[in-house]
Structure formats: structure tokens, C-alpha cells
């Protein structure tokens, strides 16, 4: 097959002929516009909570405050994620780019980590040393803030398939959290003048985003290190090739996922002629599929 003027030098080696899996080695169908409404409205406001957090002196509304900063971050990586991961495979990357959703989701997690390791820093310093707080200030910049997060939560909440999109929700529903205790620490303080409830819910805040900061950190790192998807069972496969008619062995098997949710396979099978070969890799390929959900799969026959 020769290029035409719209093909790259490439393109025709990465199709897909009959039979073949129908994985498309990128990521079409999910829209940016999700994640472009997310970044603008955090954005918008994390300038303003920045400003008004040094001026309240309240490590709860900084903290909330660090939160937007590193939750507008977060999600222009994820936007810009997205759009790398539209790009089709080329002669440099033959998979494609739909691993960078993952690697930005890894890197907003460990981001998430840094910020929660500063805010129990800092309010482990002000327990011993408290500070005054503004508490007026701080409620109103804090009810603000909750109302943007909700919606920022809400229209990342339309995606729900995408990894990269819910480490960026962990980011914001942990600032949403933190824009909740903010508005806590604020009423009491102005209510009562007890300044250590801003470093205490900042802590109690802090511990409850590490929860999903880790799933989604795990998740990722799974991903990227090419591990077995979640939900199938890797001896099992095994042991299910191995009952396929004229299959004597497995060997060299290896099952990862090429995108999130788009399982591969390859691996040797010892079978007793070759010229079974056709008749074998059907059954091996329709079992695949039924019971195991695999659709991409490469394998080699081997005679003993």
C-alpha cells in the first residue's frame, strides 16, 4: 500500500485489517470542553482566594487557597493531557499518546501529596504558635469558593471514564472540603475568637484527601507500569488457554491495558500442528473475549 497525501510515511502500518482488534491507539470521543470549563472557572477564582488567604492570615483559607492554585495547575495538565492523547500513533510512538491521561495523573497525585505534607506543616506550627485570623473575611472568601468548586466538581463529574479527569476531581473535591472548613473556621472564630480551629480542621481536611489522593495515585502507577487490569485475573487467562482444544502450553504471557479499559494479550502457544493454527486462534481469540473482555490480542504458535 502507497501513502496517499493525507497519510503520514506510517499510517498505513498502524490500520487495522479484519480481524484485527478494534483498539484505535488514541482517544477520540472525550471532550475538552469538560476540562476547559474547569480550568477557567478555578482560574478565575484562585487569584482572588490567594490575595484574600494572606490578608485574612487564616491557614485554612491558604490552604484552600493553595488548593485552587494547584487545582488551576492540575487541570490545564489534564486539558493539555487530553489533547495529546487525540494524537494518532506515529513512526516515533507506535502505541500512540493515550498513556499521557495516566502520566498527568500521576504527576496531579504526587502534586496533591506536596500540598497535604505543607498543610499539616504549617498547622502543626501554629498549634503551638496560634495566629490571628480574620473571621469575616475569611467566611466570605470561603462561601465563594465552595459555590465554584461545586460547580467546577459538577461539570468534571460528566466524565467519568477518564483517569486523568478523576485525578483532577480528587483535586477539587479536596479543595471543595477545603473551602467547607475554611467557612467553619471562619464562623467560630468570629463567633467565639478560639483561633485554634483553623490549623485543626486544615489537618482533619488534609488527612481526608490523602484517601483518594492514594487511589488515584495507585491507579496511574499500575497503569504506567504496564500492570494487569484490575479486573482480570492473569492465571486464570492462563489456565483458560490451556483448555482450548489442540493447545498443549503457555508461555511468554503477558496482559496489560493500552488504554484505560482496552485490555491486551500476548504470549507463545504450544500447539500439536500448524496447520490447526487458524481453527485454534479462533476459539483462543472468541474465549478471549467472551469470558475475559480481551480484544487486542497477539500470539505466536509454536510446535514441541
Request: glycine share 8%.
Given at each position: 500500500?502507497?501513502?496517499?497525501?493525507?497519510?503520514?510515511?506510517?499510517s498505513?502500518?498502524?490500520?487495522h485489517?479484519?480481524?484485527?482488534?478494534?483498539?484505535?491507539?488514541?482517544?477520540?470521543?472525550?471532550?475538552?470542553?469538560?476540562?476547559?470549563?474547569?480550568?477557567?472557572?478555578?482560574?478565575l477564582?484562585?487569584g482572588?482566594?490567594?490575595?484574600?488567604?494572606?490578608?485574612?492570615?487564616?491557614?485554612?483559607?491558604?490552604?484552600d487557597?493553595?488548593?485552587?492554585?494547584?487545582?488551576?495547575a492540575?487541570?490545564g495538565?489534564?486539558?493539555m493531557a487530553q489533547?495529546?492523547?487525540?494524537?494518532?500513533?506515529?513512526s516515533?510512538?507506535?502505541?500512540?499518546?493515550?498513556r499521557?491521561?495516566?502520566?498527568?495523573?500521576?504527576?496531579?497525585a504526587l502534586?496533591?501529596?506536596?500540598?497535604?505534607?505543607w498543610?499539616?506543616y504549617?498547622?502543626s506550627?501554629?498549634?503551638?504558635?496560634?495566629e490571628?485570623?480574620?473571621?469575616?473575611?475569611?467566611?466570605?472568601?470561603?462561601?465563594?469558593?465552595?459555590?465554584?468548586?461545586?460547580?467546577?466538581?459538577?461539570?468534571?463529574?460528566h466524565d467519568?471514564?477518564?483517569l486523568?479527569t478523576?485525578?483532577?476531581?480528587?483535586?477539587?473535591m479536596g479543595?471543595?472540603?477545603?473551602s467547607?472548613?475554611?467557612?467553619v473556621?471562619g464562623?467560630?472564630?468570629?463567633?467565639?475568637g478560639w483561633?485554634q480551629?483553623?490549623?485543626?480542621?486544615?489537618?482533619?481536611?488534609a488527612?481526608?484527601?490523602?484517601?483518594?489522593?492514594?487511589?488515584v495515585?495507585?491507579d496511574?502507577?499500575?497503569?504506567?507500569?504496564?500492570?494487569v487490569?484490575q479486573h482480570?485475573?492473569?492465571?486464570?487467562?492462563?489456565a483458560?488457554l490451556?483448555?482450548?482444544?489442540?493447545v498443549?502450553s503457555v508461555?511468554?504471557?503477558?496482559?496489560w491495558?493500552?488504554?484505560?479499559?482496552?485490555?491486551?494479550l500476548?504470549?507463545h502457544?504450544e500447539?500439536?500442528?500448524?496447520?490447526?493454527?487458524?481453527?485454534?486462534?479462533?476459539?483462543?481469540?472468541?474465549?478471549l473475549?467472551?469470558?475475559h473482555?480481551?480484544d487486542?490480542?497477539?500470539l505466536?504458535?509454536?510446535?514441541?
Open positions: 500500500m502507497q501513502p496517499t497525501h493525507t497519510d503520514t510515511p506510517s498505513h502500518l498502524h490500520a485489517g479484519a480481524g484485527d482488534a478494534k483498539h484505535a491507539h488514541s482517544i477520540a470521543g472525550r471532550s475538552q470542553s469538560i476540562l476547559g470549563w474547569a480550568f477557567g472557572l478555578t482560574l477564582f484562585a482572588v482566594e490567594v490575595f484574600a488567604g494572606f490578608i485574612a492570615n487564616s491557614l485554612a483559607l491558604i490552604s487557597a493553595g488548593h485552587m492554585v494547584t487545582d488551576a492540575a487541570l495538565l489534564a486539558l489533547l495529546i492523547a487525540r494524537r494518532p500513533p506515529s516515533k510512538h507506535s502505541f500512540g499518546f493515550v499521557a491521561e495516566a502520566l498527568a495523573a500521576f504527576v496531579n502534586v496533591m501529596l506536596a500540598v497535604v505534607g498543610i499539616v504549617e498547622a506550627q501554629r498549634f503551638s504558635h496560634p490571628a485570623v480574620q473571621g469575616n473575611t475569611v467566611m466570605i472568601v470561603a462561601a465563594i469558593g465552595l459555590a465554584i468548586n461545586c460547580i467546577v466538581a459538577w461539570v468534571l463529574s467519568k471514564d477518564s486523568n478523576r485525578a483532577a476531581l480528587v483535586h477539587v479543595d471543595l472540603l477545603g467547607i472548613a475554611a467557612l473556621a464562623a467560630v472564630i468570629a463567633m467565639t483561633m480551629i483553623d490549623p485543626l480542621l486544615s489537618v482533619i481536611v488527612l481526608l484527601i490523602l484517601k483518594s489522593t492514594f487511589g495515585l495507585k496511574s502507577y499500575h497503569f504506567l507500569m504496564e500492570g487490569p482480570i485475573d492473569y492465571l486464570k487467562v492462563g483458560d490451556e483448555q482450548v482444544p489442540g498443549l508461555h511468554d504471557l503477558h496482559v491495558d493500552m488504554s484505560p479499559g482496552e485490555p491486551a500476548i504470549g502457544l500447539i500439536r500442528d500448524l496447520s490447526e493454527w487458524p481453527t485454534v486462534l479462533a476459539a483462543v481469540r472468541a474465549m473475549l467472551e469470558r473482555g480481551i487486542h490480542v497477539t505466536q504458535p509454536e510446535t514441541h
